[in-house]
């Protein structure tokens, strides 16, 4: 039987001495503790700011006058050769006083905790609170500034000319990284900030792009030959580079075919085999638009014969021929989408008069034939030059009468197309039609309507305006041997459309002007002056839109002739410097002027 050592015997005032000492720590643990729990620990600071003993609402206050202050200086932020500045609360990242204070109370029942807050000094994290959305946008704003998209490759062939121009890198911010960073750096000390930024190579490298600049070089060297049937004809090189173009298409540089302009290229050597179509087009019956239905025709589909040709562009001289079959060859405008464009109502017709003239009907004549059944898609602008063309011989016109340099009449090719320039915007006024870029004769005359008319010079300056309409418009024209009138056909919105003249204001006395020369022809004075004419839109019997327009006549000058030079006239002046207009003077400086609207023959 084994023996175990016998313990002490611990007396029983030894175990009283005991109890009372244990008894004495706990009360001394329960007194720091609740010392330390009923506010800040002693010894805490937040960014060196002392809080420690404070209570939280204390502490709160605290840090929001000082840290929250702090933390809201300028930050600054370099990107590319540019630098930002920045408030972090306007950036949504400010102090959490009331987590921060919140992080440091109730810490638990740890009497190494206890004893350590009371003997030493407790530094703090600030907590820092971000407001994402107010984040992005800040950082997106800087983005916006100092983003830069690639430049992609451009590639242009015409007929004297292949140019290839390279593409360049793009720079854009990495939004998450810089936003991660504006918030780190909040709580430290003050310096730039370097925007991570990456580099953005455009998609189609530049080894890509030149082998497309080699691909337009052979498509344009030699001609294409193309067979249809028993017919055989030839694209030329020069027809080639006007028909194609490149495009971005994924990552590299796609040549494209304009099939109408290769088509019309060969279009006579195509007629034994074709069978050309025709437009739906419109005729007025009844006082009605109706629609004159589309036919179909038979010939080479523009499509198949880009397709084919785009197929042997790259080919040598030898393998550059293509057959292309004969199918159905669609008209631009079908009957059934004449059907859907809305030319229904008659909207405005106006008739403008003139003084008949051989040149005068030619060119007013021919003006009009270029207008007659235009169509004008919603959204559509319509160009008085382009319509007409160019007031050359080629393209039907001959020389009148317009007003030159200083206000004095002179001959041109084309005088007398204003009068149909100011009869179709006169009518695209009272159609309702939106005014894009018009001009007023810079002389009145007193044949048009003043502020309410408008001219035209080639290359110079146009008659513009839009279909603001959801329906497209039709613009027909009817030609007398002394008026051109012309009506637009559409879907009617406002019940009128009326204009209202203001008086003429700021009038302008003419002055003599000498001319010594052998072509001089004298002209009566013309008196300039300002006036404002509205466009007032009725529906329902409302006045629902009123638009003002100005126009500003200058004076005309009191052209005296004389074959010798004059005497000094203090009057004179010099008929150089003024507007070239594209009009033709009033039949005489006595023609009866009168200010009176005159209403659309609707």
């Known amino acids: 039987m084994s023996e175990h050592p016998q313990m002490p015997a611990i007396s029983q005032r030894n175990l009283i001495w005991i109890g009372a000492g244990f008894a004495a720590a706990i009360a001394f643990f329960l007194g720091m503790f609740v010392a330390t729990n009923d506010g800040i620990r002693p010894g805490t600071t937040v960014l060196g700011v002392a809080i420690g003993g404070m209570s939280p609402e204390e502490a709160v206050t605290t840090l929001d006058q000082s840290v929250g202050t702090k933390l809201n200086r300028k930050l600054e932020i370099s990107a590319g050769d540019q630098v930002f500045e920045l408030r972090p609360r306007a950036a949504g990242i400010s102090l959490d006083a009331q ?111 030149t082998s497309a600049e080699l691909l337009a070089k052979q498509a344009v060297s030699n001609p294409v030959t193309v067979v249809v049937g028993d017919v055989t004809a030839t694209i030329p090189p020069d027809t080639i580079a006007r028909a194609l173009s490149f495009t971005i298409q994924g990552n590299q ?116 034939r270029y207008v007659n059944n235009t169509i004008l898609m919603p959204g559509e602008m319509f160009s008085m030059n382009d319509t007409i063309s160019e007031r050359t011989v080629k393209n039907g016109y001959t020389v009148g009468t317009i007003i030159g340099p200083g206000g004095v009449f002179e001959d041109a090719l084309g005088g007398g197309v204003s009068a149909a320039t100011t009869a179709v915007w006169t009518a695209a006024f009272f159609a309702g039609m939106e005014r894009t870029d018009t001009r007023a004769h810079s002389l009145y005359i007193s044949r048009y309507q003043p502020g309410l008319e408008a001219t035209v010079a080639w290359g110079i300056f146009d008659m513009k305006f839009t279909n603001d309409s959801p329906n497209a418009v039709l613009i027909k024209t009817k030609m007398t041997n002394s008026s051109m009138k012309v009506t637009f056909w559409g879907t009617r919105e406002y019940d009128a459309i009326e204009a209202e003249f203001g008086e003429r204001v700021n009038l302008k006395k003419p002055k003599k002007v000498v001319v010594t020369s052998k072509k001089c022809s004298p002209q009566a004075g013309i008196e300039g002056f300002t006036i404002t004419v509205d466009r007032v839109f009725i529906k329902d019997g409302e006045e629902v839109k009123r638009e003002p327009m100005t126009t500003v006549y200058n004076a005309g000058p009191n052209v005296v002739c ?35 609207p005159r209403k659309p023959n609707n």
């Not at 854009?172 to 960073?181: F, P, S, Y």
């Not at 631009?332 to 040149?359: C, H, R, W």
């Open 99 to 209: 987590a921060t204070v919140d992080s440091e109370t109730g810490q638990g029942f740890n009497p190494l905790s206890v004893i350590t807050d009371l003997i030493g000094s407790r530094e703090v994290d600030p907590i820092i609170s971000v407001d994402q959305d107010l984040l992005a946008e800040s950082v997106g704003s800087i983005a916006e500034v100092v983003n830069l998209n690639p430049v992609e490759p451009n590639l242009t062939v015409t007929k004297n000319k292949i140019d290839l121009v390279q593409g360049s890198d793009g720079l854009e911010i990495d939004r998450v990284a810089l936003g991660e960073e504006l918030v780190a750096a909040v709580a430290e000390p003050r310096s730039i900030i370097q925007a991570p930024l990456e580099v953005t190579p455009p998609r189609v490298a530049p080894a890509d792009a």
């Open 253 to 368: 540089l796609s040549p494209e075919l304009d099939g109408a302009i290769l088509h019309a290229s060969i279009a006579n050597r195509l007629k034994k085999a074709e069978q050309p179509g025709r437009n739906a087009s419109f005729k007025i019956k009844g006082g009605k638009p109706v629609v004159v239905p589309s036919v179909v025709g038979t010939g080479v589909s523009d499509a198949e014969l880009a397709t084919s040709v785009l197929g042997v562009l790259g080919a040598d001289p030898g393998e550059r021929t293509v057959p292309v079959s004969l199918g159905t060859r669609e008209p631009e405008l079908t009957t059934a989408a004449a059907q859907q464009l809305g030319i229904n109502d008659k909207l405005s017709s106006f008739t403008q008069d003139f003084v008949y003239a051989p040149y005068r009907v030619t060119n007013i004549g021919q003006a009009a």
């Open 562 to 596: 004389k074959k010798k030079k004059p005497k000094p006239d203090p009057d004179a002046i010099d008929p150089a410097g003024t507007e070239f207009d594209n009009s033709e003077p009033s039949p005489s400086a006595s023609e009866p002027s009168t200010d009176k």
